[in-house]
C-alpha cells in the first residue's frame, strides 16, 4: 500500500539524491580524473575519445536536470544506457565499487534508481513534470 500523502516527499528524496550521485559522477570525471584523462581512459578501451565531453556533459546536466524536477524521469530513464555501458566496463571487476578498477555495485545501483525514478515520477517540489502516459481519460472527438 502506498500512502499517498507522503509519497511524493519519498520520491523527491529519491529524485534529490539520485541527481546529486549523478552530478557527482560527472565532477568526478572533471575534478579527479579530468576531461583529457577520461578521454585517454576511453581510448584505452577502444572507444572514441571525442565521447568524453558528451558523457560528462550528459550526466551534469541530466544530474542537474533530475535534482530540479524538470522532466526528471524522463531524464533518468534516458542516462540508463551511459551508465549500463560503463557498468559493461566494470563487471569483469566484480561486484564492489572499491575494488581495483572498480566494481559494478555503483552503475547497478544508479541504473535501478534511475528506472524507479521514470515508473514512479518527479514527487514533490518539481519544476517540471510530464506523465508517463495521459491522465485521465482520453478525450473523444
Do not use: C, Q, T
Not at 60 to 88: D, E, K, N
Not at 108 to 135: E, K, N
Request: charge should be positive; aromatic fraction near 14%; avoid cysteine.
Amino acid at each position: 500500500m502506498i500512502d499517498s500523502r507522503s509519497a511524493p516527499y519519498g520520491v523527491f528524496i529519491l529524485r534529490a539524491a539520485l541527481g546529486v550521485m549523478w552530478i557527482s559522477h560527472a565532477l568526478l570525471k572533471y575534478v579527479v580524473f579530468s576531461i583529457p584523462g577520461f578521454a585517454g581512459y576511453l581510448g584505452s578501451l577502444g572507444l572514441p575519445e571525442g565521447l568524453a565531453w558528451p558523457i560528462f556533459l550528459a550526466e551534469l546536466g541530466g544530474g542537474l536536470l533530475i535534482l530540479l524536477g524538470v522532466y526528471a524521469r524522463h531524464v533518468a530513464l534516458l542516462l540508463i544506457p551511459l551508465m549500463a555501458a560503463a557498468m559493461s566496463v566494470h563487471i569483469p571487476n566484480g561486484w564492489l565499487f572499491s575494488v581495483a578498477g572498480g566494481g559494478w555495485e555503483y552503475p547497478a545501483f544508479l541504473i535501478a534508481s534511475s528506472f524507479a525514478l521514470w515508473l514512479i515520477g518527479d514527487g514533490a517540489f518539481a519544476l517540471r513534470s510530464r506523465p508517463l502516459f495521459f491522465v485521465g481519460r482520453p478525450s473523444v472527438a
